[in-house]
């Protein structure tokens, strides 16, 4: 069974950091696209970053220069380092994995195939 597990979320004062992991078990993914995005209470779930196997990567323009995505292939495992965050970074966020990419980032959540149950994030002003 293909499972993917974030961890790391918390409760962070802003201007705080925290560093989000995603273990995925299963299967390999490796070769393929990963990626993060997050939920905000009574809002959409929305792209955060994503990152190609050999770690290019994309960022949605409200995290950029603050959030880094990152991925040890060799544990199976995806990073989202978080500074400087802000109230407004408050949301559940979620791991994913696209299989049928590999180079190329993934931004739309309909393309990604496997999800994590996610893990909650809370900004205090």
């Known amino acids: 069974q293909v499972q993917l597990v974030e961890s790391g979320g918390g409760l962070v004062q802003a201007g705080g950091s925290l560093r989000l992991s995603c273990a995925a078990s299963?299967?390999?993914?490796?070769?393929?696209?990963m990626g993060w995005f997050r939920q905000a209470p009574g809002k959409k779930r929305e792209f955060v970053a994503a990152i190609s196997w050999s770690g290019g990567s994309t960022y949605a323009d409200s995290v950029k220069g603050r959030f880094t995505i990152s991925r040890d292939n060799a544990k199976n495992t995806v990073y989202l380092q978080m500074n400087s965050l802000k109230p407004e970074d408050t949301a559940v966020y979620y791991c994913t994995a696209d299989v049928r990419s590999y180079s190329y980032l993934t931004v739309s959540e309909r393309e990604y195939d496997y999800w994590g149950q996610g893990t909650l994030v809370t900004v205090s002003s």
């Open positions: 299963g299967r390999t993914f490796s070769s393929n696209t």
